[in-house]
């Protein structure tokens, strides 16, 4: 596709989509478009045709500039004109599958029929195993204590150079989806001052992790430790850019390893006690016992929140048990400047309230992993996509009643909700939670209408493709190089799709699975559809649901 465009508008809308790391990098070339400058009808050609990249000079004013957008291949990324030729010579094997697949589906569509009515002793059956299979993995109260630690704690260190910003939980830690093992969501606010775009984004984030990392300001210097062993990174080149902490051997600290002692090396030893309650509150930090030992002081702080304060507000300070660093710093987390998360978590917690669904809904995330459709690593479903999925199933089956998303402000949203407490088991329990996943699974395999319905929770009703414009097998546009897909189709309720790098503007909300090419979503269908006809043999082992 070409398009035509003035230079200095391509500039300024690519630049919201490319890194400021490319800064001095033509961002056509970055995000995979080829440029093509022609001259006018009216003006005579130049000798050049091609404006220098790295210079990022506007080029003649007789040039007019145009885009070609190259489509990209599913199976090996490369982008050229000639797709299919290419497709046909290169991957015949993998369409071959594709084409055994699209067989396969429309056999065990034929093989496959709606329950109304699941039978008692098989929702019962799955029920239970649900339970046996959630209840030791679902978060509990400790796990979300220590990630509501680590938010408290990140969030002072964010003020440390924003002050008055707010850090929101988002995620599975809201909506109750979480477990044990779950990474911890982050959104920041600075100031009730939202960024529109990665331009603005990239310069905080970048900040932030260069002051994460100062030798100068963060305990795990001072206790002897380098930023590279508690994994911290920045993610800047991507659609949504993140800093991050993942730990490189992926442990993570239990509630018996609570740093709240730290050490203060007094410069008057006789007085070490004194002078140790003296910094403390200088510094504002709440603190119980200070007792001596040899030459220093040891301080035992109220929370672990008060210890990271500490630590990071005074000089002449370490941690007492430097194999037991501050939750912020042993804990997986990612923290992004975009807060549409922390409205749809919000909004997804309140369908989830009934703990039989919440149940069931956290078996469908470890089902979807377990049969590999979950992983967007690779262009699959993502967890949010799948807990869009099992909401729009609810809805449509009258289980819960529709919520408008606009009722759901971020003004209304608490920064770190009340912890979920874990539902209890009985039989009629476990009945409901299995009528719930069995339901689910069967809507996807037997009802949902993959040709032309959208998964979509604004207005409760049925949404066609047709009717906000996702018909196209592949988008005219691309999202920082790659084709967008329509195959699966699941609206977000709040954020909305970014503009073309060309100006044109795109229907409505973001697909969640624009990712999502032909062969993978026909790979997700059979799942469903494979799922459902093993669910209802009895000799069915749970290892291949679970």
Request: glycine fraction near 6%; hydrophobic fraction near 35%; include cysteine.
């Given at each position: 596709?070409?398009?035509?465009?003035?230079?200095?508008?391509?500039?300024?809308?690519?630049?919201?989509?490319?890194?400021?790391?490319d800064k001095g990098k033509d961002p056509l070339e970055v995000l995979g478009i080829k440029e093509v400058l022609l001259p006018s009808a009216k003006s005579p050609p130049t000798p050049s045709g091609r404006s220098s990249s790295a210079s990022m000079s506007p080029p003649p004013s007789n040039y007019r500039t145009e885009w070609v957008?190259?489509?990209?291949?599913?199976?090996?990324?490369?982008?050229?004109?000639?797709?299919?030729?290419?497709?046909?010579?290169?991957?015949?094997?993998?369409?071959?599958?594709?084409?055994?697949?699209?067989?396969?589906?429309?056999?065990?569509?034929?093989?496959?029929?709606?329950?109304?009515?699941?039978?008692?002793?098989?929702?019962?059956?799955?029920?239970?195993?649900?339970?046996?299979?959630?209840?030791?993995?679902?978060?509990?109260?400790?796990?979300?204590?220590?990630?509501?630690?680590?938010?408290?704690?990140?969030?002072?260190?964010?003020?440390?150079?924003?002050?008055?910003?707010?850090?929101?939980?988002?995620?599975?830690?809201?909506?109750?989806?979480?477990?044990?093992?779950?990474?911890?969501?982050?959104?920041?606010?600075?100031?009730?001052?939202?960024?529109?775009?990665?331009?603005?984004?990239?310069?905080?984030?970048?900040?932030?992790?260069?002051?994460?990392?100062?030798?100068?300001?963060?305990?795990?210097?001072?206790?002897?430790?380098?930023?590279?062993?508690?994994?911290?990174?920045?993610?800047?080149?991507?659609?949504?850019?993140?800093?991050?902490?993942?730990?490189?051997?992926?442990?993570?600290?239990?509630?018996?390893?609570?740093?709240?002692?730290?050490?203060?090396?007094?410069?008057?030893?006789?007085?070490?006690?004194?002078?140790?309650?003296?910094?403390?509150?200088?510094?504002?930090?709440?603190?119980?016992?200070?007792?001596?030992?040899?030459?220093?002081?040891?301080?035992?702080?109220?929370?672990?929140?008060?210890?990271?304060?500490?630590?990071?507000?005074?000089?002449?300070?370490?941690?007492?048990?430097?194999?037991?660093?501050?939750?912020?710093?042993?804990?997986?987390?990612?923290?992004?400047?975009?807060?549409?998360?922390?409205?749809?978590?919000?909004?997804?917690?309140?369908?989830?309230?009934?703990?039989?669904?919440?149940?069931?809904?956290?078996?469908?995330?470890?089902?979807?992993?377990?049969?590999?459709?979950?992983?967007?690593?690779?262009?699959?479903?993502?967890?949010?996509?799948?807990?869009?999925?099992?909401?729009?199933?609810?809805?449509?089956?009258?289980?819960?009643?529709?919520?408008?998303?606009?009722?759901?402000?971020?003004?209304?949203?608490?920064?770190?909700?009340?912890?979920?407490?874990?539902?209890?088991?009985?039989?009629?329990?476990?009945?409901?939670?299995?009528?719930?996943?069995?339901?689910?699974?069967?809507?996807?395999?037997?009802?949902?209408?993959?040709?032309?319905?959208?998964?979509?929770?604004?207005?409760?009703?049925?949404?066609?493709?047709?009717?906000?414009?996702?018909?196209?097998?592949?988008?005219?546009?691309?999202?920082?190089?790659?084709?967008?897909?329509?195959?699966?189709?699941?609206?977000?309720?709040?954020?909305?799709?970014?503009?073309?790098?060309?100006?044109?503007?795109?229907?409505?909300?973001?697909?969640?699975?624009?990712?999502?090419?032909?062969?993978?979503?026909?790979?997700?269908?059979?799942?469903?559809?494979?799922?459902?006809?093993?669910?209802?043999?009895?000799?069915?082992?749970?290892?291949t649901i679970f």
């Amino acid at each position: 596709m070409i398009v035509n465009s003035s230079r200095g508008d391509r500039d300024e809308t690519l630049y919201r989509l490319v890194s400021i790391e490319d800064k001095g990098k033509d961002p056509l070339e970055v995000l995979g478009i080829k440029e093509v400058l022609l001259p006018s009808a009216k003006s005579p050609p130049t000798p050049s045709g091609r404006s220098s990249s790295a210079s990022m000079s506007p080029p003649p004013s007789n040039y007019r500039t145009e885009w070609v957008y190259q489509p990209s291949c599913e199976y090996c990324g490369k982008q050229m004109a000639e797709l299919e030729v290419h497709m046909q010579e290169a991957h015949y094997l993998q369409l071959a599958e594709l084409q055994k697949l699209e067989i396969s589906l429309n056999h065990k569509r034929q093989h496959s029929e709606r329950h109304h009515n699941i039978d008692k002793e098989l929702k019962a059956r799955w029920g239970t195993v649900i339970a046996r299979v959630v209840t030791p993995v679902i978060e509990d109260k400790t796990s979300y204590g220590m990630r509501k630690i680590a938010l408290e704690s990140l969030q002072f260190l964010v003020r440390n150079l924003y002050p008055g910003a707010k850090v929101y939980l988002f995620g599975s830690g809201v909506t109750g989806l979480a477990v044990k093992e779950s990474d911890t969501d982050a959104a920041l606010d600075i100031n009730d001052d939202r960024c529109s775009n990665v331009a603005e984004e990239i310069p905080i984030l970048d900040n932030l992790y260069n002051t994460f990392t100062s030798d100068q300001r963060h305990p795990w210097v001072i206790a002897g430790h380098g930023h590279e062993d508690f994994g911290l990174k920045k993610i800047l080149r991507t659609r949504v850019p993140i800093v991050g902490n993942s730990p490189s051997d992926g442990s993570t600290r239990t509630a018996a390893q609570v740093s709240k002692v730290v050490v203060y090396h007094p410069s008057d030893i006789e007085n070490s006690e004194e002078e140790a309650k003296m910094v403390a509150t200088e510094a504002g930090v709440a603190y119980g016992a200070v007792k001596r030992e040899g030459d220093r002081a040891l301080v035992t702080c109220t929370t672990e929140v008060e210890a990271v304060k500490f630590l990071t507000k005074c000089n002449r300070v370490e941690l007492n048990n430097k194999k037991a660093p501050p939750l912020v710093y042993t804990t997986r987390w990612d923290m992004s400047c975009r807060l549409f998360g922390v409205r749809n978590s919000n909004l997804l917690r309140m369908y989830l309230q009934k703990p039989h669904l919440r149940m069931a809904a956290v078996a469908v995330k470890i089902w979807s992993k377990k049969v590999k459709i979950n992983d967007p690593r690779v262009g699959l479903l993502s967890s949010y996509a799948v807990a869009l999925m099992f909401v729009y199933y609810l809805i449509h089956t009258k289980q819960v009643e529709h919520i408008d998303p606009e009722s759901v402000q971020l003004e209304t949203c608490p920064q770190i909700p009340d912890f979920i407490p874990p539902p209890r088991h009985n039989p009629e329990f476990s009945e409901k939670v299995g009528e719930a996943f069995l339901g689910f699974v069967n809507y996807y395999a037997c009802v949902f209408n993959w040709e032309d319905d959208v998964i979509a929770i604004n207005t409760g009703e049925v949404v066609k493709k047709q009717s906000i414009g996702w018909t196209s097998e592949h988008a005219i546009h691309v999202d920082r190089g790659n084709s967008v897909h329509y195959y699966i189709r699941i609206q977000d309720p709040y954020e909305l799709a970014d503009p073309t790098p060309w100006g044109d503007e795109r229907p409505g909300h973001l697909n969640v699975t624009r990712k999502i090419t032909k062969h993978r979503a026909l790979k997700v269908h059979c799942t469903f559809i494979k799922t459902w006809n093993s669910l209802k043999l009895p000799e069915t082992k749970v290892q291949t649901i679970f």
